[in-house]
């Protein structure tokens, strides 16, 4: 697909983009981008990049962003599992609580891929780059 083309379409399906010298930029969220390079009006590479505050995961991919939320959240949850283990009191003294607010925390790099991910499939399907 030609940039032409690719640049119609986004218009009319109203994704907000940025064009640059060889490349266009279509923002899929407030932090996630789906970066598009074109050569002789031919798409030869693409890129999905996540921008965020931290430096573990800025301008990395959705994939691996959330292998890494995912890896130190596990981190985590193995030293919360530890003190759990040497300190049998800790479910008496409101331990269930903090796993209860904690839960939500866990499960938010995967909601927050499953979301991206389909917003990014949805657009590939669009330019027909699937």
Request: net charge positive; charged share 20%.
């Amino acid at each position: 697909m030609n940039a032409e083309n690719t640049i119609n379409l986004l218009k009319v399906n109203g994704y907000p983009f940025e064009l640059k010298e060889n490349q266009i930029i279509i923002k899929l969220a407030c932090k996630f981008f789906l970066k598009l390079y074109f050569e002789n009006d031919h798409i030869v590479k693409e890129d999905n990049v996540l921008k965020t505050y931290n430096w573990l995961t800025n301008g990395k991919s959705l994939k691996s962003a959330t292998k890494i939320g995912f890896i130190g959240f596990s981190i985590y949850i193995l030293f919360l599992a530890l003190w759990y283990i040497l300190d049998p009191s800790f479910f008496s003294s409101g331990g269930e609580i903090f796993f209860i607010v904690f839960a939500p925390l866990v499960l938010y790099p995967f909601i927050e891929f499953w979301y991206y991910n389909n917003r990014l499939s949805k657009i590939k399907k669009l330019l027909n780059l699937i």
